[in-house]
């Protein structure tokens, strides 16, 4: 049975029935379930410390844009929050649990959640989980008993923070604070080391996936939702300027064109940004230097969260979920991931 929040908020919009949504006839080749997609969660957060780095002499040459290829597919109803963790082993939330993906598409089921979304790493092992809880807004209306989940790959689940309504993208900052957007409000919130939760910004409507660049005076934020009432699309990405850590002014760095639902990001070695726009079926790259916009990969129906290779994986290339149709994507480019701060 599809369980997921973020279908019932799609289908508001999209007119697609949740149970249709989730059946194997929906599915389609390199394409979700069907060409507008949905939005979905977070995927994993780039951007100084420890993980990724140059692409090196050997990366390949590719021409955008380029096309996805099936990692996993047929085995689940949905796929969101994407990460690697420290030891460069690949998680993925799917359905309602978290799994972990081995190099060659097999899968093994790690914990058993409730309604969990976006990923993030944290030390050697450790998965961050944004998990909406029992409440969702589409179901409840505003709520408080969202959190922010540990999890080790053994399957051992500890809570660190709680009282965020629909928690669903998590960044970890250098100095080992989560900040954690809830895109069912204009928030994003800042995680202590202690677990204590505060408003970091306040401003950019129905934010949701977010990195720093890398030299840490800006943070990069995808916007997912014009409005919620009616539920309307937005294609637009924000740079928040940072001094010393603390949120200015959102500007506006630019827009997708397209269908938008703008959802999980991830940033390269050189520090341009990729934003997974869901309903658009696309994967979009944007350059804060130049302003250059590029079509990185399209004809990805519900593409929701984004991560660059380690470990055993391919370190040129993204690995991507997809909300509707639970498929796990790689997606050839021609350089690697900003290191991760973990």
């Known amino acids: 049975m599809c369980t997921n929040p973020w279908v019932a908020a799609i289908t508001l919009v999209v007119g697609l029935g949740a149970m249709a949504a989730c059946s194997d006839d929906q599915k389609a080749d390199n394409g979700g379930v069907q060409p507008d997609g949905g939005a979905g969660a977070g995927g994993a957060d780039a951007g100084g410390g420890a993980g990724g780095g140059d692409a090196g002499a050997d990366a390949p040459m590719v021409t955008l844009p380029v096309k996805a290829n099936e990692l996993v597919s047929g085995q689940f109803a949905q796929s969101e929050g994407i990460a690697f963790n420290g030891e460069g082993r690949l998680f993925v939330v799917a359905d309602t649990d978290l799994w972990e993906v081995k190099p060659d598409g097999s899968t093994s089921m790690v914990a058993d959640l409730t309604n969990p979304v976006g990923l993030a790493s944290r030390g050697k092992d450790e998965i961050l989980v944004a998990e909406f809880g029992d409440k969702t807004f589409t179901k409840d209306g505003m709520n408080d008993d969202g959190s922010v989940l540990s999890v080790t790959p053994d399957g051992t689940v500890t809570t660190i923070a709680t009282g965020i309504g629909d928690p669903n993208f998590i960044h970890v900052r250098k100095d080992g604070t989560l900040l954690v957007s809830d895109d069912f409000t204009d928030k994003i919130y800042e995680v202590a080391t202690d677990g204590t939760v505060s408003t970091f910004l306040q401003g ?11 030299d840490g005076n800006d943070l990069f934020v995808a916007q997912t939702f014009t409005m919620l009432d009616p539920l309307t699309f937005d294609d637009r990405l924000w740079r928040v300027p940072l001094t010393s850590g603390a949120p200015g ?4 760095l630019g827009a997708t064109g397209g269908a938008g639902a703008n959802d999980g990001v991830a940033m390269d070695a050189q520090g341009r940004i990729y934003v997974a726009e869901n309903v658009g079926a ?20 519900g593409v929701a969260s984004l991560a660059f290779g380690e470990g055993d994986f391919n370190a040129t290339s993204i690995y991507a979920t997809n909300l509707f149709g639970g498929k796990v994507w790689e997606i050839p480019i021609d350089v690697a991931g900003a290191p991760v701060n973990r």
Not at 249 to 252: D, G, I, K, M, Y
Not at 282 to 301: H, N, Q, Y
């Open 204 to 214: 950019i409507q129905s934010p949701n996936g977010m990195v720093e660049s890398l």
């Open 249 to 252: 002014t959102p500007v506006e």
């Open 282 to 301: 696309s994967v979009w790259r944007f350059d804060p230097k130049t302003g250059d916009k590029e079509l990185v990969v399209d004809m990805v129906g």
